[in-house]
C-alpha cells in the first residue's frame, strides 16, 4: 500500500482525494451485499466533477459533525490507553501505484522491529456519535447496519490488506464501544469487482467530459 502522509481535513489532503472514490462513500457504490448502489450514479457525477476541477466541494458541517471532529482526538488517545498501543495518524491510503481508489482511516496501530522497519497490524475506525445512538451500539454489540460501515471497514480491509480493523465508537460519559473486524473475502472480492468496474467508467466519463 502507499501511504499519503498529510492531514486530514486540510488542503493537501482534500487535493489528494479530489475524484478519488475512498472507502468512506462506498456505500455510494456497493450496498452491503455486494451489489451496485441505487447512489452509483451520483457518486460517478460528484468524482467526475472533483476530477475535472481538481478540488472538492466541502459540504455543510452541522454542529453533530463538528464536535465529532473535536471527539476524535480524545477518543484515539483513549484507544491507546486501552491497548497500550501506538495510533499512527495517516492522510489517505492506495492500495498500489496505479491510485484508483483510497481510504483515509482514523489511524493505524503497529510497531517497531528491532527499532528500524514499521509494520502495521491494523486501522482503526472512530465514529463520535449522539448519546442515544451510542447506546444503541452498546447495546446491540456488533457493527451498525445501514450506515455504510460495513462497506467502508471492508473496503479499509481490501486497500491495506489487513485481516482486522478495529471500530471505535466513543461518546463521553460512556465507556466506548470497541470491536474489531474481520475481513469478509467473499463481499470484497464484490467490491474489489465493481471498484474496478466504476473506477473504469469513471475514467471513461472524464475522458468524455474534458
Known sequence: MIIIDCKQGEDEWFAEKAGVPSAGSFKKIVDSTGKPSKSRVDYLDQLADEAIRGSVERGYQSGPMSVGIEREAEARELYEDIHGVEVKQVGFIYPDEQKKYGCSPDGLI???????????????????????????????????????????????????????????????????????????EQFIAKLRAELERFCFELAGMIKRLK
Do not use: C
Open 110 to 184: 503497529g510497531g517497531e522491529i528491532a527499532g528500524h522497519a514499521r509494520y502495521w497490524g491494523h486501522g482503526l475506525e472512530i465514529k463520535n456519535p449522539l448519546g442515544k445512538t451510542h447506546v444503541k451500539y452498546l447495546r446491540e454489540n456488533k457493527l451498525p447496519t445501514g450506515v455504510g460501515y460495513f462497506q467502508q471497514i471492508q473496503g479499509s480491509l481490501l486497500i491495506t490488506g489487513f485481516d482486522v480493523w478495529d471500530f471505535m465508537s466513543y461518546v463521553p460519559g460512556h465507556k466506548p464501544f470497541i470491536l474489531q473486524v474481520e475481513r469478509d
